[in-house]
Structure formats: structure tokens, C-alpha cells
């Protein structure tokens, strides 16, 4: 499962890569990846590489975005419903998962693009 919002998308092939790291580690159940980031004419703007984040440093840096985050289904435990007022649900996301002690690993691989748009 995953969450994918209107400013981004998947590569080709993403989701065959993210299910290839779940079959190749069955006791894994939440894995981040890599993210290329476009302005919004489509040209390459940075990438950024994810890091599994830590709680006190959340607030100040947020190591991955939520377009790179995947989680296996039967994992899903949380969040069941997106209240559409938070306009960074990610944090908010990414702060429970933690707070759950929910273990994440990295997949070293652009899954995913999304597009800076300057807009908060």
C-alpha cells in the first residue's frame, strides 16, 4: 500500500522493484525509496535520497517523501482515514509510524517523481 499524492507519480517499474524487495524479505513490512524531484515543466530540479527518519529530528528535516513510502498490506494498521485539512500529512504519518516503533528499511532506488511546484 501506498500513498500517492497529485504532484507525484511512479517510475516504470517501481511497483514490480518494491514488490521484488517485499518478496525478497518477507519479514519486512515498510520500505522507503528514492525520489527525483521536477519543477513544473517536467526538468530535473534534485533527487533526494531516503533516510529512515528519527523522531527528534522529524520536525527539522524530513528525510523522505511520502510518494516513497511502502507498506505491505498486511502491515497496514494505521490510518484509515486522511483528514484532507492537514496540508503535510506526511509528518504527521511518518511521527505515528515512528512513534510506533514501526521498523523501516531502505530500498536504494528512484521509485518515484514529484514535482516542486513552490506552493505550500
Known amino acids: 500500500m501506498a500513498y500517492l499524492n497529485c504532484d507525484e507519480q511512479y517510475l516504470p517499474g517501481a511497483l514490480k522493484s518494491v514488490g521484488d524487495y517485499f518478496q525478497a524479505h518477507p ?3 515498510r520500505v522507503l525509496s528514492d525520489t ?6 517536467g526538468d530535473y530540479f534534485c533527487h533526494r535520497p531516503s533516510l529512515v527518519p528519527l523522531r ?4 527539522i528535516r524530513f528525510p523522505v517523501l511520502t ?3 511502502f507498506i505491505r498490506r ?3 494498521r494505521i490510518w484509515t482515514y486522511f483528514d484532507t485539512k492537514w496540508r503535510d500529512l506526511g509528518t504527521f504519518w511518518m511521527l505515528d509510524l515512528l512513534k510506533r ?8 532506488r528512484f521509485t518515484s517523481v514529484f514535482t516542486e511546484t513552490g506552493e505550500t
Open 101 to 108: 516503533g514501526v521498523r523501516m528499511r531502505v530500498l536504494r
Open 56 to 59: 527528534h529530528q522529524i520536525w
Open 36 to 41: 527525483i524531484v521536477v519543477g513544473e515543466q
Open 67 to 69: 510518494c516513497a513510502v
Open 27 to 29: 519479514q519486512g513490512g
Open 74 to 76: 498486511r502491515r497496514w
